[in-house]
């Protein structure tokens, strides 16, 4: 283990040999790093963290610390991070505040500086979260989602998958799959360029463009609206989610940006 002689390390931390740990990080027991791992200057690795192979933990970031719940009682509860994350300077991610549950991250996401991912909250994979985005707790964000700078998001909303929020945009609302949130719990159209760019073929990007105008243009209330999705598109992976995800939703999903004339970007 390449470990720096100013870094406070518990001996009863689990790390693999050819983990990197910088000058003055701390790391707390139980925890337990995967091989590949760098931990940079002053980084912290709070009790209860697993952090799996090829992570990149950049200066100050604190991982695993209590959660910011004013109902916390102390229990062990965890922080869960996948493989090849990047976390850079100075994100908090927080763990769990209910017993024998985690905060649950992923593979391949890039977490950049000051963005907060609260108690509770789930992550998928190939996430971006850009500078300042700040997740309440219990929030979950799909796979290939993009945050941008400055992003708030209220505790329990779900962010769809391939789904981009624009920067300084806040919600309330479910964010649905493959859609470009803006400003205050509204969408704007499909994210055309993240379907491409996630190899979404044309066929199925023209079926999503549809479920998206019969769902906010039709007129048609949310329960004719998927009804009239799942009886005209022809059935494929990406609209039967789209579906699920709005049918499922508990807090409701954003309304279109008044503005919008297009259905898609």
Not at 11 to 28: F, L, M, Q, R, W
Not at 67 to 90: A, F, M, V, W
């Amino acid at each position: 283990m390449k470990q720096h002689p100013t870094a406070i390390i518990d001996s009863k931390a689990e790390i693999e040999e050819d983990v990197t740990i910088g000058p003055y990080c701390i790391i707390e027991s139980p925890v337990r790093i995967d091989g590949g791992t760098e931990i940079m200057a002053h980084a912290y690795i709070c009790r209860h963290t697993e952090l799996g192979r090829e992570n990149k933990v950049h200066m100050g970031a604190v991982i695993g610390h209590l959660p910011q719940h004013l109902s916390y009682k102390p229990c062990i509860s965890q922080t869960k991070i996948g493989d090849r994350n990047t976390i850079r300077e100075y994100v908090t991610i927080h763990r769990s505040w209910q017993e024998g549950k985690a905060t649950q991250i992923g593979d391949d996401n890039y977490f950049m500086a000051l963005s907060h991912v609260a108690h509770d909250c789930r992550i998928g994979n190939k996430v971006v979260m850009a500078n300042g985005a700040l997740l309440g707790g219990h929030v979950t964000v799909e796979d290939g989602v993009f945050l941008s700078g400055n992003t708030l998001f209220h505790q329990y909303v779900r962010i769809g998958r391939l789904a981009i929020v624009s920067g300084n945009s806040g919600t309330g609302k479910d964010v649905p799959p493959y859609c470009i949130a803006v400003g205050r719990s509204q969408v704007s159209g499909i994210n055309v360029v993240g379907l491409r760019r996630a190899g979404v073929d044309q066929e199925t990007r023209t079926r999503i463009k549809k479920a998206f105008k019969i769902f906010y243009r039709s007129g048609l209330n949310t329960k004719n609206a998927l009804k009239e999705i799942e009886e005209t598109i022809g059935v494929c992976e990406e609209i039967a989610h789209f579906v699920k995800f709005i049918r499922d939703s508990k807090r409701g999903v954003c309304s279109l940006y008044k503005q919008s004339e297009k259905g898609d970007r």
